[in-house]
Nanobody, 115 residues
Framework: QVQIVESGGGLVQPGGSMRLSCAATGRTGGTLVMGWYRQAPGKQREFVAQ???????RYTDSVKGRFAVSGDSAKNTVYLQMNNLKPEDTAVYSCNIVGIGTNTWGQGTQVTVSS
């Protein structure tokens, strides 16, 4: 069984930076994609960024140029570097790791951008 532990959330001022970390233990069956999603109060969960086992990355338009996803699929670790944070980035951020036959979500970590 795959388990995910996330860390790095908290309170940051607008324009600040924060780094989220995600580490998975257990057998993923071969990790294919590692990604980050977020859910703001009263809104649906949305895609933020992902990195594939080949190193390809993809971002939602609202974070392009500000966020950077990185990771190591062999070690099942993924990071999200968030720069120039805005109040609208406030949300619970969740890590998602997709392997062959597995799809695992983390418990989420709160990111609050406020002065």
């Amino acid at each position: 069984q795959v388990q995910i532990v996330e860390s790095g959330g908290g309170l940051v001022q607008p324009g600040g930076s924060m780094r989220l970390s995600c580490a998975a233990t257990g057998r993923t069956g071969g990790t294919l994609v590692m990604g980050w999603y977020r859910q703001a109060p009263g809104k649906q969960r949305e895609f933020v960024a992902q990195i594939t086992n080949s190193g390809s990355t993809r971002y939602t338009d609202s974070v392009k140029g500000r966020f950077a996803v990185s990771g190591d699929s062999a070690k099942n670790t993924v990071y999200l570097q968030m720069n120039n944070l805005k109040p609208e980035d406030t949300a619970v951020y969740s890590c998602n790791i997709v392997g062959i036959g597995t799809n695992t979500w983390g418990q989420g970590t709160q990111v609050t951008v406020s002065s």
